[in-house]
Structure formats: structure tokens, C-alpha cells
């Protein structure tokens, strides 16, 4: 009988984790047509696309070089749209929403392609090289040396620099090499993980894995974050089952179940773990392995904002509510607690009871948006500063012509009128939030591309009408608007906001 054809999106949405592995056919012939947006098609072309359980299989993928994309989405006006694109060929042929809906959060999937080239650009261990020679990492601050045999995982980080003649030194005796932070060596992953945090709506971080042929560098474990695996160079084993019930984020072999994902990744493949799932991977004899995990969504669940939330709501409804106020039962040690936990006692239920009670009455007091702010500022200082592009590098201060010329400085001061177009300069780089009696702006363009190396930035916004106005500037983005048309003294709050490097104009100024 003839084959079917189907879209790769068609073959997706027929994956589910609960289906065996279907029989063996001869691969199935993909139509571009329903993949992604005709833009991405030019871009990204799978000949054929098959499928097992928990894995999409591309034969021929072929795409235009990194570079080229970057450079293409940096004409993207919209910087959520540049993220959404940038995404959509990590992922590539998985459609975006599809995987949001279906995989995010719920299951491995890993997508061969069988193209080697298709991540190149991204990193390489030339580029790790180089960071060595030129760059100041430090062992246990931006490298890790690891390595792990008969069941012992072992860290064999010095004191001080790395240098390539201990750092080449420890792989060639079976380390692997663990980067931390590659945004901040690497202009290209940090460009990367810059937009992507915009798709994420939390901080995109990256490591960088070396591992030499026939060795293992780390125990199975399950990490807090979202996981893709970017294999760069090489192939490397993977293994992964569901979690189990222990607390230890390191595990023997034999607490370990049987794997639900038993694969080979080769350069130009890619796994997602999501959080939670157990895994580990091995080098092969014959190859070494460099892969770069690109990481979000770490302590970004329901939980984590209650944490925010609930002591916020206690804190208002003690003061509001009488009943948060009335004095426990006077003989309440006697039949609660855990030495009491197995007594039949009415007066258990009735407390109970109580305790539901005012649970209920709780929510009521929420600061639901405050508590929502409070992750927004966590958000904004965690974010990589913008890896700006060529036109918003020369519309924005840091391209500002001011400079020393002919013994004397030229081009000083910003001269912005009211007929000047602006814009903030990505869609999430400023929030602004309420402190109690006080609304600051939070933004990331002085950040550093180290984590957490800045303190969080703000400054205080008043009176309210210069509220409005930032406001206004925030939800009309991506559009510009004149400084005229701000509903305050607005050319002081245009040149603030453009020192700061919040904003940027439609033209050089």
C-alpha cells in the first residue's frame, strides 16, 4: 500500500507517550506545507520525518547558518516575535504551541536530524580554547572538572585560573569540563539565551559539557529547571526514566528504574528533560561529546509565587480580619500534633475544620499583583542585559556619537525634542512596580552578563502623571511614540530614561 504523506506537525501531534513504538516502515515523505510559518520553511527543510515513542526522527535537515539567523532576526521589530522565531528552530520540526501544549513540563522528547552542521556557530571546543587563553575563568566559579567512575561522581576543581595546560591536562586524563556561565565569554550564546528569555518569561542560562571518548562526567540526577540538550560536537548516550521518591539529587544505578529514553545524540540533535526526569549520559568509546544545555523556568512554578503570596496575605489579614487574631484552644497541644496524630478525638476535626476555614478566608487578602511583581523584579535581575543589534545599537545610548576628537569632545548631550520617536527598547526589559509608599522602574540594561554580579536596578518614578506615562510607553510597544505624546513633562523623562538605556529612538539622533 502507498504511504500517506503527512506534515511533520501531523506526525507530532500523532506522538504520545503512552503509544509502543510503532512497526517498522519505510520513512515517510514530509510536506513543508503546515510546519511553520513560510519564513521558517525557507529556512529550515526536513526531507523526511518519522517518529517513535518520545522521539522525532528528521533525515536531511537542512539551514541556513546561525549567523545568517541571528542576522535576520535582528531586522525582527518585535522582540517577542524575534524570541518566538528563535525558538521555533531550536526546536525545529516540533511546531512551538504544539510542544508548549503536549511536551513542556510533561515528557522527554528527543529530535534527531541527522544533520551535523545544524547547531553550528552555536559553540565549539575551538571557542572553549580560546576562552582559556584569553578570558579570566576561574575554577569553581566558571569551570567545573568532574568525573565520575564506579558509581562515584568526584569534583577536581584547584584554586585559581584556568589555564589550557591544566584544564587539557585533566581532560585528557577522562575530566569532564563543565563552563557555567558561557554567556559570559561567548558574544553568541549570550545573544542567544537574550532573546530567549523574552519566549520564556524567565532567565535563560546555559553550561557547556566537554566530555572525553569512554567516559562519564556526572551520577544520574534530575535538575530544578527546563532542560535542552544541544549536542555541538561529537555523541554522547543518554538515558532517562521518570523520578523517583528520593531526595538526593544524585542517584546509584540501581535506585534508578528502567529508561523510558535510551538514545545516541549526535552533533545537530537535541533532548528536552523536563523537570524532575532523572537522567545521566555517557561518551561512546569512539567520539567526545560537547553539548551546551540552555535552562529556564527554574523556580517558576505555582509554589514558588505562594511563597511570595501567602506570607504577604497572612501578614494583611492579621490586621484586617478579627478572626486570623483569636487565640488558639487552650488545650490544643493535648490532642494535635504528630505524638497525637493517630486519636480518635472530635476536637481534631473541629480544628481542622477551623484551620479550612481560614484558609478559605485567606485568599481574600491576597496581593495577588504585588506577589506578581515580586517575581517580576526577580525576573528582571536575573535577565541577561540585551545583546543589542546593529539598529538599536545606533538609535540607543551605548551608540551614542558623543566622543574625543581633535582635542576636544564632540557630539555631547541627547538631543531629544518632542517630535522624537521612542520606544522601550525590548519588550521586558523594564517593570514597573509598587513598594509600598514608592513605584520604581526595574530594568535590565545595566545588567551583567554574569549572573547576579550587579545589584538590581531601579529608580524611583513620581508623580503619578510620569507613572502614566512610562505606563504608556510599556503598552504601546512595539510601537514608537513621540515624546509629545506623553502625558507629562516629557522631554526630561525621555533623556532619563534614554541614559538609562530603556529606550531607544526610531532614528539616530
Not at 523574552?198 to 530544578?224: R, V, W
Request: charged share 25%; glycine share 6%.
Amino acid at each position: 500500500m502507498e504511504s500517506k504523506h503527512m506534515s511533520a506537525f501531523a506526525l507530532y501531534q500523532n506522538l504520545k507517550p503512552d503509544q509502543p513504538p510503532p512497526a517498522k516502515k519505510p520513512p515517510v515523505q514530509c510536506k513543508d506545507r503546515g510546519l511553520m510559518s513560510s519564513e521558517f520553511q525557507k529556512r529550515v527543510r526536513p526531507n523526511r520525518v518519522c517518529i517513535c515513542q518520545n522521539q522525532v526522527t528528521v533525515e536531511c535537515v537542512s539551514a541556513e547558518p546561525l549567523e545568517t539567523l541571528l542576522a535576520d532576526l535582528a531586522k525582527v521589530n518585535n522582540s517577542r516575535e524575534r524570541a518566538s522565531k528563535l525558538f521555533q528552530w531550536l526546536i525545529t520540526p516540533i511546531p512551538d504551541k504544539m510542544f508548549f501544549r503536549e511536551t513542556w513540563e510533561k515528557k522527554p522528547i528527543f529530535v534527531q536530524r541527522k544533520n551535523h552542521d545544524y547547531y553550528k556557530g552555536l559553540f565549539s571546543t575551538a571557542e572553549l580554547d580560546r576562552i582559556f587563553r584569553e578570558e579570566d575563568v576561574q575554577y569553581g566559579v566558571n569551570l567545573d572538572v568532574t568525573s565520575y567512575t564506579n558509581g562515584k561522581r568526584e569534583t577536581h576543581n584547584p584554586p585559581g585560573r584556568v589555564l589550557p595546560y591544566t584544564a587539557w591536562d585533566f581532560y585528557e586524563s577522562g575530566c569532564s569540563l563543565r563552563m557555567l556561565n558561557p554567556q559570559a565569554f561567548s558574544s553568541t550564546v549570550w545573544n542567544v539565551l537574550s532573546i530567549l528569555q523574552e519566549q520564556f518569561g524567565s532567565m535563560a542560562g546555559a553550561n557547556i559539557y566537554l566530555t572525553p571518548p569512554g567516559t562519564q562526567g556526572f551520577a544520574p540526577h534530575y535538575d530544578d529547571i527546563e532542560a535542552f540538550v544541544v549536542q555541538l560536537e561529537g555523541k554522547k548516550h543518554w538515558r532517562g526514566c521518570l523520578l523517583c521518591d528520593f531526595s538526593s539529587a544524585n542517584f546509584d544505578q540501581a535506585d534508578i528504574g528502567k529508561p523510558i529514553l535510551d538514545v545516541v545524540v549526535e552533533a545537530g540533535d537535541l533532548i528536552y528533560f523536563p523537570r524532575g526526569f532523572i537522567h545521566q549520559g555517557n561518551c561512546l568509546p569512539d567520539a567526545h561529546s560537547l553539548h551546551i544545555t540552555i535552562s529556564s523556568y527554574q523556580k517558576n512554578s505555582w509554589g514558588d509565587l505562594l511563597q511570595k503570596l501567602v506570607p504577604a496575605a497572612l501578614e494583611v489579614a492579621m490586621e484586617e480580619d478579627v478572626e486570623f487574631r483569636r487565640g488558639l484552644p487552650l488545650d490544643y497541644l493535648t490532642y494535635m500534633g504528630v505524638q497525637n496524630s493517630d486519636k480518635e478525638d472530635p476536637r481534631r476535626a473541629k480544628f481542622f475544620s477551623r484551620i479550612d476555614n481560614l484558609m478559605k478566608r485567606l485568599t481574600n487578602y491576597a496581593p495577588v499583583d504585588a506577589a506578581v511583581d515580586q517575581k517580576a523584579k526577580d525576573f528582571i535581575h536575573d535577565c541577561l542585559p540585551p545583546a543589542l543589534t546593529p539598529d538599536e545599537l545606533v538609535t540607543s545610548v551605548k551608540g551614542a556619537p558623543t566622543r574625543w576628537e581633535g582635542g576636544q569632545v564632540k557630539d555631547v548631550g541627547v538631543h531629544i525634542t518632542t517630535q522624537t520617536q521612542i520606544r522601550i527598547l525590548r519588550a521586558q526589559c523594564a517593570r514597573l512596580c509598587n513598594d509600598g509608599d514608592a513605584v520604581h522602574l526595574y530594568y535590565t540594561t545595566d545588567n551583567s552578563r554574569v549572573y547576579h554580579k550587579e545589584e538590581l536596578k531601579s529608580f524611583e518614578i513620581k508623580p503619578e502623571v510620569t507613572i502614566d506615562a512610562v505606563e504608556f510607553l510599556i503598552h504601546s510597544y512595539p510601537g514608537f511614540v513621540t515624546v509629545g505624546s506623553l502625558p507629562c513633562e516629557s522631554i526630561a523623562l525621555a533623556e532619563l530614561l534614554f541614559e538609562k538605556g530603556i529606550i531607544h529612538t526610531a532614528e539616530p539622533l
